[in-house]
């Protein structure tokens, strides 16, 4: 316990996001050695800090995968992950021209010492994002536990809480930011887990149909759960044909709106990847420039995927020729989301949990 608002989780549930893999891959650089990493997780509350009113020892909570202070401009908005308080970093300043939110990192106690990192960030995400320890250990250090903890009913088990630390609060905010409305047309770039809840959270905003862009075992599986969702594997797609005129075949106007569901560390071309390779940019626009050509004048672009720098190729033309929002859908801010979100949680036959397991 370091400051009063400290609260110390014994951690009960915990998982990998495949924003993980941007660490693996030093896409998101500053990971140190003993870095523990979870921004996911859940537990019991163990001690609290004095100023901590709003929970008690023993109480059942989800953490949030970002770290807000609850007070500045952003927080009171609750746009937690524009947090003005709880990232230090001057690398991010520099890069993005202001911080995010750091995300909650953690070090395991070791009953008598937790080390205190610089300001506040993201669990278990690198310097970059505060350097704070995360989740996958036995116990984790939250700060402003009284902000970042979201209670669990008993009728909601770890397995399910856990959606609310960070998997639903994307999905839900990239859908919802985006703008998602009756009768739209939907194509998402990316089959894994927020891809799969962004098809679910589309229908419940009224989307007509959903067309989903990946390859390999993902579509088989989206096929197998999601009989609604249209697939298109670009990796069989015949020569002389694209994304782009698959989903024109499909959709001759095109979507109303594309969701980036992926990441921009992935080339599909030689030219981004040797651009990756040797230093010249950090990320492909590949998938953005797939999503703005492909969706009808004035349609909406939301990227999700996470994105660390700079790329090369953009087509800005088409952004501005035809009227396309492209819309950065941030770190999804969870103080907004998790209270509209717990209902479906609390349902064993909830189709926006169960079918995305």
Same mark, same amino acid.
């Given at each position: 316990?370091?400051?009063?608002?400290?609260?110390?989780?014994?951690?009960?549930?915990?998982?990998?996001?495949?924003?993980?893999?941007?660490?693996?891959?030093?896409?998101?650089?500053?990971?140190?050695?003993?870095?523990?990493?979870?921004?996911?997780?859940?537990?019991?509350?163990?001690?609290?800090?004095?100023?901590?009113?709003?929970?008690?020892?023993?109480?059942?909570?989800?953490?949030?995968?970002?770290?807000?202070?609850?007070?500045?401009?952003?927080?009171?908005?609750?746009?937690?992950?524009?947090?003005?308080?709880?990232?230090?970093?001057?690398?991010?300043?520099?890069?993005?021209?202001?911080?995010?939110?750091?995300?909650?990192?953690?070090?395991?106690?070791?009953?008598?010492?937790?080390?205190?990192?610089?300001?506040?960030?993201?669990?278990?995400?690198?310097?970059?994002?505060?350097?704070?320890?995360?989740?996958?250990?036995?116990?984790?250090?939250?700060?402003?536990?009284?902000?970042?903890?979201?209670?669990?009913?008993?009728?909601?088990?770890?397995?399910?809480?856990?959606?609310?630390?960070?998997?639903?609060?994307?999905?839900?905010?990239?859908?919802?930011?985006?703008?998602?409305?009756?009768?739209?047309?939907?194509?998402?770039?990316?089959?894994?887990?927020?891809?799969?809840?962004?098809?679910d959270f589309a229908f419940y905003h009224g989307a007509s149909r959903v067309i989903m862009i990946d390859q390999n075992w993902r579509l088989?599986?989206?096929?197998?759960?999601?009989?609604? @969702?249209?697939? $298109?594997?670009? =990796? #069989? *797609?015949?020569?002389?044909? %694209?994304?782009? /005129?698959?989903?024109? &075949?499909?959709?001759?106007?095109?979507?109303?709106?594309?969701?980036?569901?992926?990441?921009?560390?992935?080339?599909?071309?030689?030219?981004?990847?040797?651009?990756?390779?040797?230093?010249?940019?950090?990320?492909?626009?590949?998938?953005?420039?797939?999503?703005?050509?492909?969706?009808?004048?004035?349609?909406?672009?939301?990227?999700?995927?996470?994105?660390?720098?700079?790329?090369?190729?953009?087509?800005?033309?088409?952004?501005?020729?035809?009227?396309?929002?492209?819309?950065?859908?941030?770190?999804?801010? @969870?103080?907004? $989301?998790?209270? =509209? #979100? *717990?209902?479906?949680?609390? %349902?064993?036959? /909830?189709?926006?949990? &169960?079918?995305?397991?």
């Open positions: 316990m370091i400051e009063p608002k400290d609260v110390i989780l014994k951690v009960t549930g915990s998982t990998v996001c495949g924003s993980d893999l941007h660490l693996l891959h030093g896409s998101i650089v500053e990971l140190e050695k003993g870095d523990i990493l979870g921004h996911e997780f859940c537990g019991v509350v163990d001690s609290l800090g004095p100023e901590v009113t709003n929970l008690k020892v023993g109480q059942r909570v989800v953490a949030s995968f970002q770290i807000a202070c609850g007070d500045c401009f952003f927080c009171k908005q609750k746009l937690s992950s524009q947090c003005e308080k709880t990232n230090s970093n001057t690398i991010e300043n520099g890069m993005y021209g202001g911080r995010t939110a750091g995300m909650c990192y953690l070090l395991p106690p070791t009953f008598g010492t937790i080390q205190k990192l610089t300001n506040i960030g993201m669990f278990g995400y690198s310097h970059f994002t505060g350097g704070f320890a995360g989740g996958q250990s036995e116990y984790v250090r939250v700060p402003f536990g009284n902000v970042n903890l979201l209670p669990l009913p008993d009728d909601v088990p770890d397995e399910k809480g856990l959606f609310l630390s960070d998997v639903i609060c994307t999905s839900w905010n990239c859908v919802v930011d985006t703008a998602v409305y009756k009768g739209d047309v939907v194509a998402i770039w990316g089959a894994g887990p927020i891809g799969q809840m962004c098809a088989d599986y989206v096929k197998s759960k999601y009989p609604r @969702v249209e697939t $298109i594997d670009f =990796s #069989t *797609l015949p020569k002389g044909e %694209s994304v782009y /005129s698959k989903i024109r &075949e499909l959709v001759p106007r095109g979507p109303d709106v594309a969701l980036e569901c992926v990441a921009g560390e992935y080339p599909k071309g030689w030219a981004h990847y040797f651009e990756i390779l040797l230093g010249m940019e950090t990320d492909s626009c590949e998938i953005i420039n797939e999503m703005i050509t492909s969706v009808r004048n004035f349609g909406r672009c939301g990227v999700t995927g996470v994105y660390a720098g700079y790329t090369n190729h953009f087509n800005i033309g088409s952004l501005m020729e035809r009227g396309i929002r492209l819309i950065g859908n941030g770190q999804a801010p @969870v103080s907004l $989301i998790p209270y =509209s #979100t *717990l209902d479906p949680c609390q %349902s064993s036959r /909830s189709v926006l949990v &169960e079918s995305s397991h």
